[in-house]
């Protein structure tokens, strides 16, 4: 059923994976400039002024194409094998994005010595497990529809 807990972590998870193209995953300061990396790209922050130095348009859609994929099984709860299969490809897919954004990361000025990790890179983590807690409900609800035929 739609109103399960599943429902709810997977939803939890494509808002996690969302965040991605709001929350900076790496920051240095070089002199009087910030520099912050996004799924979206590499920004330059000068006092109030923020611009964008690179875009990253591949690992923008594989961002939102992960996040879809993590809110379009939401609605396979009539299917708990397939979403179950899904939900495992949407973890090593989560693995594969986040190695990618570590890539992406290492383009900051002064390189990933000198920057600071922030928020950004801790939530591909949270993710999966909200992932693993998706799956955890689903396997809960077969075990009530299978203790539930035994009764019949």
């Known amino acids: 059923m739609i109103q399960r807990i599943q429902s709810i972590w997977l939803l939890l998870a494509t808002l996690t994976i969302s965040c991605l193209l709001f929350v900076p995953m790496v920051t240095t300061t070089v002199g009087s400039t910030e520099y912050q990396v996004l799924a979206t790209g ?61 890539q992406y990361a290492k383009k900051i000025p002064g390189g990933l010595e000198t920057a600071n990790a922030t928020i950004g890179m801790f939530l591909p983590v949270i993710a999966i497990l909200f992932c693993m807690l998706a799956i955890r409900g689903i396997n809960n609800d077969e075990k009530l529809l299978r203790s539930a035929d035994r009764l019949r």
């Open 42 to 102: 590499l920004y330059q922050k000068t006092g109030e002024v923020t611009t964008k130095v690179e875009a990253f348009l591949p690992l923008l859609i594989s961002t939102i194409a992960v996040a879809l994929m993590c809110f379009i099984n939401i609605f396979n709860f009539r299917k708990r094998a397939i979403q179950k299969k899904i939900i495992i490809a949407n973890v090593v897919l989560i693995i594969g994005l986040s190695f990618w954004c570590s």
